[in-house]
């Protein structure tokens, strides 16, 4: 069987090369992915000109089907958002929303192009939200047709109305590596168990 491959779609509103929570906590799940024989890459989204819209391809310069075919192009897909104001990102929002289009996309068994793919969230933040943010996004990637693992989401919160941030950490807790580690483990196993036996067609 050919290697696994994930990629991460990191939704942080600051701009390369500045530090983000966001990409951290996605390094470290990738870290994790590795050691599971996945190939990992990422990329930050503020970074690329993703135009708001519900079609594959806005036109104009927008930039998302490069970033849409590195998610067809692998088996695992990873989320990772920072809660603003309670909620994900705008831009995790806008990620969801260009994905809708691939409802209408299918693949040689006429299903949902996402189908048989593997999705995992991860979220940082220093207010409350980390629990309804994850489930929103996993809501959203499983209607699209992506397969969310068991314990597919992780995420670390700071003290309500602080400053300390994820990246701020001499270390990561030993709780989320833990929970980072078991996303990981059963990401994999997920997609590779869809590798031998995908989905049935209709």
Known sequence: MENLKAFALICSLTPSPEPSSSELMANHILAELS?????????????HNVAPGVKTDMGNGDEWPGLRQRILDADIFLLSTPIWMGHPSSLAQRVVERLDADLAETNDQDQPIMYNKVAVVSVVGNEDGAHKTVADMMQALNDIGFTVPAQGGTYWVGEAMQAVDFKDLDEVPENIAHSISMLAR?????AKSLKVASYPPE
Do not use: E, P
């Open 35 to 47: 050691k599971n024989g996945v190939t990992t890459s990422s990329a930050r989204v503020v970074d």
């Open 186 to 190: 059963n990401a994999a196993h997920v």
